[in-house]
Every structure is written in structure tokens, then in C-alpha cells.
């Protein structure tokens, strides 16, 4: 079964503490990989679609990678604001148009 | 622009009962998904809609419904609630059917008791 999986669960950043978020997927023929940032109580806003192996996109602080198995959230000298759950989400083998969401990283960024 | 609409917000039900939850999306934006949201299985894909026709289904029980409307907007409905059905249920919109950008509401919180 197609899985996308999201590492770490949660973490927790200084301001200005540069990390990683990691999400692996086991789907090949990789049609897309897509990141959204949700905060609580509210729908996932989209960030980026990556869809080929060396692709990076930025946005301010953020910036996503992929490789053949797996992509990275980058987030360089994070703010408070930048705190809530990271999604990232696959189209599964098989042509179907749906996406598969990974659990998430939940980010929190103290001042 | 206004965005995708979600009505209601929040409810609360009772085990067999059932709900209608009401999503608008986005003007112009003729494809709208539904997924459902829980603590421990994160987003599950429940159908998407597109000019008033269901292309895709997730694995849930016939118990969870949909349909579309020709003006795009979109009912679902759940009936003889579960206990594991208490979740938060998102409806995303986009401009066309096929994977591209989604844009969620804010979602309806659905308990049942």
C-alpha cells in the first residue's frame, strides 16, 4: 500500500534554530508531491507541489526538496508564527486523483 | 476572493443518528473533495466531486455520502452515526479535477455521543 511517512512527529525550535522535516514515500511513479501547513483549528493551506527528484521550491522561510524516496521542509531561522502541523501528501500508484496525507509534523517555534 | 465555506462548524450527534454537512467552494472552482480528519488516522480521502459527478472514492462504509450540486456546492452526508466517526470533516475545492492545489475550509467538527 502506498504510505507516505513524516518524521519527527513533533519538534520543537528556538527562534532563529534552522531544522528539517522529513517525509519518505514508497509510491513509485511519484506524480507529485504536495506540502500544506495547517493550523489549529482551521483547513491545510497548500505551500508547494514538487514533482521531479532534484526540484526545490521556496517560499520566505521554507523551502522544500525531493529525492526519489523521500522530501525535506527546510526552515531557516523560524519565527513564531511559523508554528503549526506540516502535511505532506502523495497521489497513490494507480492514476486515482485523491491524495494521501502523512500524519504531519507538529512545529513549535518559542520566542 | 472568499473562500471555501464549511456549514456548520461544530455539532454534536448521538450514536445512529445522522448528519448533512455543507461545503461552498470556492467561485468558479467546479471540483470539491472531502476528507476526514482524526487524531490518530490524520486526513483519510472520503469522494471528490466533479460537475456533479462523483470520480473518486475513499475506503469508508456506504454509511458516508455525497453529491454536488450544479452550482458546485456539496452536501455529505453521514448516517447511523459511530462513536469513530466523531472527526473533523474537510471539504477542499480546486479549479479543475486531478491533482493540483486544494483549498481547505476551515472544516466541521463533528461529535457523536
Known amino acids: 500500500e502506498d504510505q507516505v511517512t513524516q518524521s519527527p512527529e513533533a519538534l520543537r525550535l528556538q527562534e532563529g534554530e534552522s531544522s528539517s522535516l522529513n517525509c519518505s514515500y514508497t509510491?513509485?511513479?511519484?506524480?507529485?508531491l504536495f506540502w500544506y501547513r495547517q493550523d489549529p483549528g482551521k483547513g491545510p493551506e497548500f505551500l508547494f507541489t514538487?514533482?521531479?527528484a532534484g526540484e526545490e521550491k521556496e517560499k520566505e522561510r521554507l523551502k522544500a526538496t525531493l529525492t526519489k524516496k523521500e522530501s525535506f521542509l527546510h526552515i531557516t531561522a523560524p519565527k513564531p508564527e511559523d508554528s503549526a502541523t506540516y502535511l505532506c501528501?502523495?497521489?497513490?500508484?494507480?492514476?486515482?486523483?485523491?491524495?494521501?496525507f502523512g500524519k504531519g509534523t507538529k512545529l513549535t517555534v518559542n520566542p | 476572493k472568499a473562500g471555501v465555506t464549511q456549514t456548520p462548524r461544530y455539532l454534536i450527534k448521538t450514536r445512529g443518528q445522522q448528519v448533512t454537512l455543507s461545503c461552498s467552494p470556492i467561485?468558479?472552482?467546479?471540483?470539491v473533495s472531502w476528507y476526514q480528519q482524526t487524531p490518530g488516522q490524520g486526513l483519510q480521502f472520503l469522494f471528490e466531486?466533479?460537475?456533479?459527478?462523483?470520480?473518486n472514492k475513499g475506503n469508508f462504509p456506504g454509511r458516508f455520502s455525497g453529491r454536488q450540486f450544479s452550482n458546485s456546492r456539496s452536501e455529505m452526508n453521514v448516517s447511523t452515526l459511530e462513536l469513530g466517526d466523531s472527526a473533523l470533516y474537510l471539504c477542499?475545492?480546486?479549479?479543475?479535477?486531478?491533482?493540483?492545489?486544494?483549498?481547505f475550509g476551515e472544516g466541521s467538527r463533528l461529535t457523536v455521543l
Open positions: 477542499a475545492s480546486s479549479l479543475v479535477t486531478g491533482l493540483g492545489e486544494l483549498f
Open positions: 509510491v513509485s511513479g511519484l506524480r507529485g
Open positions: 514538487l514533482y521531479s
Open positions: 501528501a502523495i497521489p497513490p500508484q494507480g492514476g486515482s486523483e485523491k491524495l494521501v
Open positions: 467561485s468558479g472552482h467546479r471540483s
Open positions: 466531486y466533479f460537475s456533479e459527478t462523483q470520480r
